[in-house]
């Protein structure tokens, strides 16, 4: 079953910007640490930015100053904001949680038991 649904990819210009949503049916998500990651291919899966339940926040090098990760508890979803955006950003976009009670930190996230989209597609070309 599915636990987790992205939404949100799509073809965008260098330089655009584009909002990604991570939506959970089941899963309060605002008890548990969210990550967003990604992985194009013929590169290993790689964590993008991670936000903890008390609001601490991870942000990769490559995505520093250009990305903004927050939550929507209203609507039980996580964003993340992506500006600036380049070619090499291209990737399936995927979000995960880990719903062990021990996971409440972006530090070795998702370390217990992770659960995952299926991801998006971000394409950035002109």
């Known amino acids: 079953q599915v636990h987790l649904v992205e939404s949100g990819g799509g073809l965008v210009q260098p330089g655009g910007s584009l909002s990604l949503s991570c939506s959970a049916p089941?899963?309060?998500?605002?008890?548990?640490?969210v990550g967003w990651f990604r992985q194009a291919p013929g590169n290993e899966r790689e964590r993008v930015s991670c936000?903890?339940?008390?609001?601490?926040?991870d942000y990769a090098d490559f995505v520093q100053g250009r990305f903004t990760i927050s939550r929507d508890n209203a609507k039980n979803t996580v964003t993340l904001q992506m500006t600036g955006l380049k070619p090499e950003d291209t990737a399936v976009y995927s979000c995960?949680?880990?719903?062990?009670?021990?996971?409440?930190?972006?530090?070795?996230?998702?370390?217990?038991?992770?659960?995952w989209g299926r991801g998006t597609l971000v394409t950035v070309s002109s």
């Open positions: 995960a949680t880990d719903v062990d009670i021990r996971a409440q930190a972006c530090d070795g996230f998702p370390g217990y038991i992770a659960v």
């Open positions: 089941e899963i309060p998500l605002e008890h548990y640490t």
């Open positions: 936000l903890t339940v008390d609001g601490r926040t």
